[in-house]
């Protein structure tokens, strides 16, 4: 029996997510729902990805009983309250990232689908490509020694992007894109947390972050520097993926280079590689049919962790948001 998936949202990531989704097996994966916050977008969604129902409020999302899981594709000062009206109608929730504003927003979205007895995950996309998967399997096997130094940098100019410079729609490097470059250091370090954090960046006059440059220090002596940057164009590489490592598809170990290619979509993408989305899509499913509450390869361990040390960055750096003041 087929996943069946509502979409929250009719944004750009909505549109790319509910593509990579018809990559795979119309038998084990189907949209049939789509909301938005008003019904003519929900329509104009539904009609141009054949979907059947659409509705014009979140809430009519939530009390649909044919919904096995729920794509939450806002972007993130809504999650905290999208999350819970959906958990606590007891649907299972695949969030985009990052997961919230800040750890205690993260601490309560993951307490809800606890106490609600929920699948949950943060759409953490990159951990489920399977270059990132054969990564996970070279460190556990040890076939590349062990790791005493990880480099990650991502930088893409968004200052036209209102949601990437305004305050109240959570702009800032950080957690727009630099939590590619964070999940990817914390993957290679097992979910350990940092001994130490420093961090150093450049605010805009709006007051978010526009570049940010971290240096972890972890157990053993092994440390991490990324940069982030929402003005800037960067390499936009890791030091063990050295192409496109937030969506990696080729993967280059002692010099021999893997391709990892992704299916060609069906529609236009907004963004690079988003049919690799169907690889979160298919972990998904496959935690549900298990019966799992949270997926082993982006717990909700980890999703703290992010969260935790995104906070002590933007402390750091000097970026206050008004969830953070609650």
């Not at 993260?106 to 996309?125: P, R």
């Not at 526009?210 to 590489?237: G, H, I, W, Y």
Request: hydrophobic content about 40%; aromatic content about 8%; some cysteine.
């Amino acid at each position: 029996m087929a996943t069946r998936w509502g979409i929250c949202s009719a944004g750009k990531i909505s549109h790319d997510f509910t593509v990579a989704l018809k990559t795979l097996p119309p038998e084990d994966h189907q949209v049939v729902a789509v909301a938005a916050r008003n019904l003519e977008d929900a329509q104009g969604f539904a009609k141009k990805h054949s979907i059947l129902r659409a509705y014009g409020s979140y809430e009519e999302l939530a009390r649909d009983p044919d919904i096995d899981v729920v794509y939450v594709g806002v972007i993130h000062p809504y999650h905290l309250s999208t999350c819970l009206l959906f958990t606590n109608a007891k649907k299972n929730v695949l969030c985009e990232k990052p997961l919230a504003m800040n750890a205690k927003e993260a601490q309560e979205i993951l307490a809800s689908a606890k106490m609600n007895d929920v699948f949950f995950m943060e759409a953490v996309w990159t951990r489920f490509f399977p270059a990132s998967v054969e990564i996970k399997r070279l460190l556990t096997q040890g076939d590349i020694g062990e790791v005493k130094m990880v480099r990650s940098e991502f930088g893409v100019p968004l200052a036209h992007v209102p949601r990437s410079v305004q305050k109240e729609l959570g702009g800032g490097a950080m957690l727009d894109i630099g939590i590619y470059c964070l999940q990817f250091i914390c993957m290679v370090y097992n979910g350990e947390k940092p001994e130490c954090i420093q961090a150093m960046g450049i605010c805009m006059e709006t007051g978010v972050d526009e570049t940010v440059v971290v240096t972890l220090k972890f157990s053993k002596n092994r440390m991490a520097v990324f940069t982030c940057s929402s003005c800037m164009q960067l390499p936009n590489d890791a030091i063990i993926v050295p192409d496109h490592m937030w969506c990696p598809t080729s993967l280059v170990v002692n010099g021999k280079e893997t391709q990892y290619p992704v299916p060609e979509p069906y529609l236009p993408l907004n963004f690079l590689n988003s049919t690799g989305l169907r690889y979160e899509a298919e972990e998904v499913r496959q935690c549900l049919l298990k019966g799992l509450k949270e997926s082993a390869v982006m717990s909700h361990a980890d999703s703290l962790l992010l969260a935790e040390v995104e906070d002590e960055v933007r402390r750091q750096v000097g970026v206050v948001y008004s969830q953070d003041c609650h």
